[in-house]
């Protein structure tokens, strides 16, 4: 089953990218946000049928290889 | 003294680090990532580059290639394990220093000679230098040094700030800071000190007519400290 993994930075973790990306929506008009952050979205086919089994790897995943968990949280969905 | 330096994909002073070391006299060995074993030696180096595209984040895939697991088991034992730009951002993805390495804070890719003052000489890396200010040059798009406030506590408690982004008259203040590097911070040693990640590269600076000398009073000293 395909299992999602969202990595976002934590709050107090500066995200020089996010910034540039929110001062250009401004520029083009979208004037209504208070902030964007970048993060990173990850899709994994895992050979497994079982829902929780499949989502107990992928955190295992995050935990290991795909967050860094100084700077990152992670949430997993999910998706078929 | 024997030393060898690990070269994964994507590195790129791998080389240069081994002139540097053969020309102050280290016995170097190459040592592809893909091997499971270190040869013998009294000091390890991850030397700087791209390490697999910078994929995933800078150093992440680097730090679970085969090798590095004897490193880390090097490095516990008390082995001198040195990792400079690519190879700090190495070091603190498989854990062994504290922190991590965002991208620079004006987003740009830094490439210009620094200095850096030494904070601690209680140190294989730095013991006897009777310089306190060296210059040497960084190059890198990630070399903003960030940890939690809990990390920042414990490694200036246990004196593990190695080096502070300075002027040539050693002041650490934030006009010469050029990334964004909490405290001004250019690397840091594990607890024990035996495991320095930096992002400058001294191997840059051991030409006279090419750099400076500034990396070689750097060689000289550590041959000397190990011997």
Known sequence: MKVSAIITLKKDVLDPQGKVIHQALDGMGFENISEVRQGKYFEIDVNENDPSKAKAVVEDMCKKLLANLVIENFKIIETQ | MKSSVITFPGSNCDRDMDVALKKFGFNNKMVWHDDNELPKSDL??????????????????????????????????????????????????????PGVLLRNKYLEFICKNVFVKLDNKENAYFKNLNKDI??????????????????LKEIKDNNQIAIYYCNSEGKIEDQYNPNGSIKNIAGIFNKEKNVLGMMPHPERMIDQSLSGEDGSIFFKNLINNIK
């Open chain 2, 44 to 97: 390890v180096v991850l030397p700087g580059g791209f390490s697999y595209g910078d994929y995933l984040r800078c150093g992440s895939m680097a730090s679970k290639s085969k090798i590095m697991q004897s490193v880390i088991n090097f490095a516990k034992s008390g082995g001198l394990v040195m990792g400079i730009c690519n190879g700090f951002q190495i070091l603190v993805e498989t854990g062994l220093v």
């Open chain 2, 134 to 151: 060296l210059e040497f040059h960084i190059a890198h798009n990630e070399g903003n040094y960030f940890c939690t406030k809990d990390q």
